[in-house]
């Protein structure tokens, strides 16, 4: 047989064909092509390209993409796209029975992922309340910014230098309203592509992956690592967090908190 490769090519426009699971007729119902169409708008907030052209038929769609610039990986937004999707048929009569397993554990967020997420939530704030420190959480929130063909939605995100500007507030406007101060993402299925944090100008940003800390700093159009936090300069957080996120998991979430409370004090 003739070995196939597949292309990538920087800022290239490629074609490509999709086919439902088993050849099920999910578009030839109206409510499956508008849950398409919505897994492609968020597909294409968090992973911008465009599409040039795109055919439904009731068993398959034809794309036409063409990538950003600097950006080759399709197939990144195609496994997106397709958790999008089947996520969205969740608790409807369209999704199979037999989908593959590897499917579903995309449809809901993974234990490891939500515990992650939640006890370096609280870390940060017991940090930031030790600290004296004022904030605001706005948690999951979805950013975007049209003009720039980018959105995000971090797992965790703080406002703390600009803290005064979101109390209250219920719409963010990111053309007049500063992104967080600091986004946190757990990546644990998939790698957080941080282009889009670039455009939407976030400062820092934490990403926790198997079980360390990787700290982003934007500098200029980019970022760079960094082994400190500007938001915390006198706390060793790519060490201290991992290790208090890892005691979470043997001694439990509440007693791990309150050691951390304890811990900081002794340090201020």
Known sequence: MPQYRRSYALGGTFFLTLVTYRRTPLFSQPENVSRLRA?????????????????????HIHFLWTLPPNDSNYSQRVSRLKILFTKSLRGTRSLPENVSASRRKHMAPLPEHERSKVIIGDLVKALLDELDLNWESLGSTTFKRKDKNAGIEPDDCFYIQNYKLMIGKDKI????????????????????????????RVPEIWRYENR?????????????????????????????????????????????????????????
């Open 173 to 200: 406007d990111l053309t007049v309203d500063p992104p967080p101060d600091l986004a946190i993402k757990i990546d644990v299925t998939s790698k957080t592509q941080i282009s889009a944090y670039e455009a939407l």
């Open 212 to 268: 360390n800390l990787e700290i982003s700093l934007l500098q200029g159009e980019h970022y760079v690592n960094s082994q400190t936090s500007p938001t915390f300069p006198n706390f060793a957080v790519i060490d201290i967090i991992p290790r208090f996120v890892e005691m979470a998991r043997t001694t439990g979430m509440s007693s791990a908190l309150k050691e951390f409370r304890k811990w900081v004090k002794e340090q201020i």
């Open 39 to 59: 897994a492609i708008v968020k597909t294409r907030t968090e992973r911008p390209f465009e599409i040039t052209g795109a055919v439904v038929l009731p068993d």
